[in-house]
T-cell receptor, first 112, second 117 residues
Framework: AQSVTQLGSHVSVSEGALVLLRCNYSSSVPPYLFWYVQYPNQGLQLLLKYTSAATLVKGINGFEAEFKKSETSFHLTKPSAHMSDAAEYFCAVSGVADKLIFGTGTRLQVFP | GAGVSQSPSNKVTEKGKDVELRCDPISGHTALYWYRQSLGQGLEFLIYFQGNSAPDKSGLPSDRFSAERTGGSVSTLTIQRTQQEDSAVYLC???????????????FGEGSRLTVL
């Protein structure tokens, strides 16, 4: 079985500051890991994914995440926050032939 | 259309009534998911259809909830005898490929917002 834990339901940063959204996973099989983003009043869309290739994964809008097996983590980062990054971010995990399980989400606020 | 289509977009019903929510996935997508999104609860997995395999119903919260997928395409989520705690946004998603979530990208519909009075 797989699960993810997102630490911090709300994160606030200033524009231009580092964004760090935390995700830890639990999986009995090699995991596939994802970050999805939900902008206000919009549907979810894929931000980036780890599928057992490079451990540092780059996504859209300058976001990236690093798979760390030893820490069972897949934290999402962006060097410099922009106002348009304000959204809810969901970490998700799946096995190779299994359903996708999401975390509870982290709402990112960006202050000018 | 090119995306996942859900209907109705909004549904208000009275406690005890049955409701049906419909999802039309992207043509050719073999996997279809239903999730429930409630405030503070994230995306709660409900049910997963993959090709012709038996669906994974492990997320359905009670026997009042059921779903079917006809002809490998359109899916209907049915909630019987609705309760106020069923109020949420019900999201449908589909994906291409035979490896479930590992295929990478789920394409989500806009959701059906259910309000039970």
């Amino acid at each position: 079985a797989q699960s993810v834990t997102q630490l911090g339901s709300h994160v606030s940063v200033s524009e231009g500051a580092l964004v760090l959204l935390r995700c830890n996973y639990s999986s009995s099989v090699p995991p596939y890991l994802f970050w999805y983003v939900q902008y206000p009043n919009q549907g979810l869309q894929l931000l980036l994914k780890y599928t057992s290739a490079a451990t540092l994964v780059k996504g859209i809008n300058g976001f990236e995440a690093e798979f760390k097996k030893s820490e069972t983590s897949f934290h999402l980062t962006k060097p410099s926050a922009h106002m348009s990054d304000a959204a809810e971010y969901f970490c998700a995990v799946s096995g190779v032939a299994d359903k996708l399980i999401f975390g509870t989400g982290t709402r990112l606020q960006v202050f000018p | 259309g090119a995306g996942v289509s859900q209907s109705p977009s909004n549904k208000v019903t009275e406690k005890g009534k049955d409701v049906e929510l419909r999802c039309d996935p992207i043509s050719g997508h073999t996997a279809l998911y239903w999730y429930r999104q409630s405030l503070g609860q994230g995306l709660e997995f409900l049910i997963y259809f993959q090709g012709n395999s038996a669906p994974d119903k492990s997320g359905l919260p009670s026997d009042r909830f059921s779903a079917e997928r006809t002809g490998g395409s359109v899916s209907t989520l049915t909630i019987q005898r609705t309760q106020q705690e069923d109020s949420a946004v019900y999201l449908c998603a589909s994906s291409l490929g035979l490896t479930g979530g590992a295929s990478g990208e789920l394409f989500f519909g806009e959701g059906s917002r259910l309000t039970v009075l």
